[in-house]
């Protein structure tokens, strides 16, 4: 089916430019905003989450440990999202860098809201976790009343990711007020 009269060409033109002005094609992927967050409002986050289990991940663009671990990060989120994994990314890049933070993420197919940290330092590090040194990635799994099941540091393969969501799944499902 052709275009074959001018009010059809025209209501297809404003279609397009239409389109052009949200920025998005018909088939582009979810967009959002990577939002700046400091640790005490990740402390919120994890305070208000609901589900079963919660993966707070934080990682950066520069580290390649992180960029090769990413992949199998995103695949466990899309495939235990509906057993109840929440997975919180926070990129440790600097403030100046959140376009390839957007970047990053679009091209691995995060379709859900993700973090740039405000500010890593020593104060930042403190209140994710005393015992965490810092080092990148880090992963800590949070069952659904609230308790830290489990936390590294450094890259892990798929597999162990996803032992540690089965095992804290199990975990009985009663939420403590305020992680």
Same mark, same amino acid.
């Given at each position: 089916?052709?275009?074959?009269?001018?009010?059809?060409?025209?209501?297809?033109?404003?279609?397009?430019?239409?389109?052009?002005?949200?920025?998005?094609?018909?088939?582009?992927?979810?967009?959002?905003?990577?939002?700046?967050?400091?640790?005490?409002?990740?402390?919120?986050?994890?305070?208000?989450?609901?589900?079963?289990? !919660?993966?707070?991940?934080?990682?950066?663009?520069?580290?390649?440990?992180?960029?090769?671990?990413?992949?199998?990060?995103?695949?466990?989120?899309?495939?235990? $999202?509906?057993?109840?994994?929440?997975?919180?990314?926070?990129?440790?890049?600097?403030? !100046?860098?959140?376009?390839?933070?957007? $970047?990053?993420?679009?091209?691995?197919?995060?379709?859900?809201?993700?973090?740039?940290?405000?500010?890593?330092?020593?104060?930042?590090?403190?209140?994710?976790?005393?015992?965490?040194?810092?080092?990148?990635?880090?992963?800590?799994?949070?069952?659904?009343?609230?308790?830290?099941?489990?936390?590294?540091?450094?890259?892990?393969?798929?597999?162990?990711?996803?032992? !540690?969501?089965?095992?804290?799944?199990?975990?009985?499902?009663?939420?403590?007020?305020?992680?």
């Amino acid at each position: 089916m052709g275009l074959s009269t001018p009010s059809q060409y025209a209501a297809a033109v404003v279609a397009l430019v239409l389109c052009a002005s949200c920025g998005q094609s018909p088939s582009s992927p979810h967009q959002y905003t990577v939002k700046t967050v400091t640790a005490e409002q990740i402390r919120g986050l994890l305070a208000s989450e609901t589900n079963r289990v !919660t993966l707070l991940h934080v990682w950066a663009t520069w580290c390649p440990p992180c960029v090769n671990e990413f992949p199998d990060i995103v695949a466990l989120a899309k495939k235990h $999202r509906e057993d109840g994994l929440q997975v919180l990314l926070v990129s440790a890049d600097a403030q !100046t860098n959140v376009a390839a933070v957007s $970047r990053f993420l679009a091209a691995h197919g995060v379709d859900w809201q993700s973090y740039l940290a405000a500010n890593v330092n020593d104060s930042f590090i403190r209140a994710i976790s005393p015992a965490w040194s810092g080092a990148l990635p880090a992963s800590f799994y949070y069952a659904a009343d609230g308790t830290l099941a489990e936390a590294w540091e450094g890259s892990r393969s798929y597999a162990t990711h996803e032992a !540690t969501v089965l095992r804290v799944l199990k975990q009985p499902q009663l939420k403590q007020e305020g992680r």
